[in-house]
């Protein structure tokens, strides 16, 4: 397990900069045996050092990309696969090890569409107040995959909120509602994006 200060999606990117000897350890684990791992959201806590509090909902990262530094150091590139969770924390050994399950996904139904319709426009809009406040977002003609089960994960992934709200998008299980409460909180963060952009 590979706890973070940031949310990863299902079929969303993630690079890594492991430096740690623990997660030096944990990478060379699963090159040698596998190229999974979870990742998790650290509710309390640093991501350096341990002894953080954990969400106990992840995301399983599959290694696409590895590149081990002269100093031992390496260079990842990831991708997030599916959800897991974690039914139980182990002792670290010597990295964080958990007793993990994956967390299935709610079926896609035809109205999912007008709901994905609805979240892209309020993502969209959000990414291009936030890109004219100089914030380091995705730009807002970011293209998404024409899976609609693929791109509602994308949006929840670049929509332009903090890493609490991500996690909420994270555990929800039926995907309508996610688009939801995704149309919902990227409303909001327009809607103080606007007020900033005003001076205010």
């Known amino acids: 397990?590979?706890?973070?200060?940031a949310v990863l999606f299902p079929h969303?990117?993630?690079?890594?900069?492991?430096?740690?000897?623990?997660y030096?350890?944990?990478?060379?684990d699963c090159l040698r045996h596998g190229l999974e791992f979870g990742v998790v959201l650290i509710e309390r806590g640093h991501e350096v050092g341990g002894g953080d509090t954990r969400f106990g909902v992840g995301t399983v990262a599959r290694i696409r990309?590895?590149?081990?530094?002269?100093?031992?150091?390496?260079?990842l590139v990831c991708a997030g696969t599916r959800r897991l969770t974690v039914r139980a924390w182990l002792p670290d050994d010597?990295?964080?090890?958990?007793?993990?399950?994956?967390r299935p996904d709610g079926a896609l139904s035809p109205a999912t569409a007008e709901h994905l319709a609805v979240a892209e426009g309020a993502v969209r809009r959000a990414l291009a107040l936030a890109g004219e406040l100089?914030?380091?977002?995705?730009?807002?003609?970011?293209?998404l995959h024409p899976d609609p089960a693929v791109?509602?994960?994308?949006?929840?992934?670049v929509a332009p909120l903090g890493p609490v709200d991500h996690q909420r998008l994270l555990e929800i299980d039926d995907a309508a509602a996610r688009l939801n409460v995704l149309t919902a909180l990227a409303t909001d963060a327009s809607a103080l994006l606007a007020y900033r952009l005003s001076g205010g």
């Not at 397990?1 to 200060?5: A, D, H, K």
């Not at 380091?136 to 970011?142: C, H, S």
């Open 134 to 143: 100089g914030e380091a977002v995705a730009p807002a003609t970011v293209e």
């Open 12 to 22: 969303a990117a993630l690079p890594l900069h492991v430096f740690e000897p623990r």
């Open 94 to 102: 010597p990295y964080p090890l958990a007793l993990v399950e994956d």
């Open 1 to 5: 397990m590979f706890p973070l200060g």
């Open 151 to 157: 791109a509602a994960w994308q949006l929840a992934a």
């Open 65 to 75: 990309e590895a590149a081990e530094l002269a100093d031992g150091r390496w260079a």
């Open 24 to 28: 030096r350890a944990l990478v060379r």
